[in-house]
C-alpha cells in the first residue's frame, strides 16, 4: 500500500488549517508534517503521542525555569506554544519556550518569532531532525540566546549558548547542572530526571566542549 499524498500548503493556508486542528503539526517551507517525526523527509500524518519520560521531562523542565525566572523580565511556556524558526516558512512547537520581554508575534497569529531560550526533548524518533534541521533553525534566529537537548531514553543534557557570533555547548559538571548563558537560570540532571526512570549514559560521542 503506497503512502498517502503529503500535505503541501502556503504559510498563510497553513497557520489558518492549523488552528482548527485537534493536534499539533509542523510546517516546513510548503509541507505539512507530524509533530514526531524525523523531519520534513517523513510523511506527515497525525502526531503520535509522547512517551512517559518525554511528557515528565519536559514538566520539569518548565517547572525548574518557571522557578527561577519568576518576577523577572522572562516568561516559560508549554508545548502548545507555535514558534516561528523562520517567518518565510518554518513553524513547530519547542517542548518549552522561554521568551525573555515583550512577546512578539506573526501580524494577525498566535505565532511567536522572538523566542529567548528553546528546550528540545529528544526521542528516537525526532533526535535526528532535533539535532540537524530544529537546531540549525534556533542557531539562526536572532533572538535565541540558548537551545537546551535534553534526553529521553538517557540522562543527557547539552546547552547550546550563544557567544558572540558563534556558539558554545556545555556538558553538565560535577554538579550535573549546566549555566543557561544569558538566561539567569541553570538546568541539571537532578531536576530534569526527578522521578524519570531511565538509564545514565556518557555523553553522546558528537558532544564535545566547543560547538564552534
Known amino acids: 500500500m503506497g503512502a498517502a499524498p503529503r500535505l503541501r500548503m502556503t504559510p498563510e493556508e497553513f497557520l489558518a488549517w492549523e488552528d482548527a ?11 505539512v508534517f507530524a509533530l514526531d517525526a524525523d523531519g520534513p523527509d517523513v510523511d ?13 521531562i519536559t514538566a520539569n523542565a518548565s517547572f525548574a525555569l518557571t522557578r527561577q525566572l519568576r518576577g523577572g523580565p522572562c516568561r516559560v511556556f ?12 518554518h513553524y513547530g512547537y519547542p517542548d518549552v519556550t522561554v521568551v525573555c520581554g515583550a512577546v512578539e508575534t ?15 526533548v529528544l526521542s528516537p524518533a525526532t533526535e535526528v531532525w532535533d539535532r540537524s534541521g530544529k537546531l540549525d533553525a534556533y542557531r539562526r534566529m536572532p533572538s535565541v ?3 537546551v537537548l535534553v534526553g529521553s531514553t538517557a ?9 558572540g557570533d ?5 556538558l553538565p559538571g560535577a554538579d550535573g547542572a549546566v549555566s543557561l548563558g544569558a538566561i539567569p537560570a541553570t538546568l ?10 531511565v538509564p545514565e549514559r556518557p555523553p553522546h560521542p558528537w558532544s564535545s566542549d566547543d560547538d564552534g
Open 78 to 89: 508549554s508545548p502548545d506554544l507555535r514558534v516561528a524558526r523562520d517567518a518565510a516558512g
Open 188 to 197: 541539571g540532571l537532578a531536576d530534569l530526571y526527578d522521578g524519570v526512570d
Open 44 to 56: 506527515p500524518h497525525g502526531m503520535a503521542g509522547g512517551s512517559v519520560a518525554h511528557a515528565l
Open 21 to 31: 486542528q485537534p493536534v499539533r503539526h509542523e510546517y516546513y517551507y510548503g509541507e
Open 145 to 147: 540566546q540558548a537551545v
Open 166 to 170: 558563534g556558539w558554545h555547548l556545555a
Open 155 to 163: 540522562r543527557t543534557l547539552e546547552v547550546f549558548t550563544r557567544d
Open 106 to 120: 506573526l501580524p494577525g497569529t498566535q505565532t511567536v518569532t522572538n523566542p529567548t531560550l528553546v528546550v528540545e
